[in-house]
């Protein structure tokens, strides 16, 4: 059986910062407009999948811009997800 995402995270937020659209969305979004960092997500998510926008490993940067994108223009912010979905992985030396 393969892993099951569930909507944890979307329950817990105080402010509703959490949306996604189930059968166009390949992840939920943080409006970072309205989340008001409690963190009640991060505590919630079984994937450590979320992090303070100040913590954000390097690689996972770009994530920042499609959450915010997908609150503007989810048409755009699913096309770019797609782009960095299937980059190849920088490897440092
Ligand atoms: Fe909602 Fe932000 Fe709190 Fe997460 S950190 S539960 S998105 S208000």
């Keep these: 059986m393969s892993y099951v995402?569930?909507?944890?995270?979307?329950?817990?937020c105080p402010v509703d910062a959490i949306?996604?659209?189930?059968?166009a969305d390949r992840k939920f979004y943080i409006d970072p407009d309205t989340?008001?960092?409690?963190?009640s997500c991060k505590a919630v998510c079984p994937n450590s999948a979320?992090?303070?926008g100040t913590q954000l490993p390097?690689?996972?940067r770009d994530f920042a811009w499609i959450d915010a994108a997908w609150y503007r223009d989810p048409v755009v912010a699913r096309e770019v997800l797609v782009e960095v979905l299937n980059a190849p992985l920088e490897v440092s030396q």
């Excluded at 995402?5 to 817990?12: F, G, L, S, Y």
């Excluded at 989340?35 to 963190?39: K, L, Q, S, T, W």
């Design 35 to 39: 989340c008001v960092e409690c963190g």
């Design 58 to 60: 390097a690689d996972q």
């Design 19 to 23: 949306s996604g659209q189930p059968g």
């Design 5 to 12: 995402i569930t909507q944890a995270c979307v329950q817990v």
């Design 50 to 52: 979320i992090y303070p």
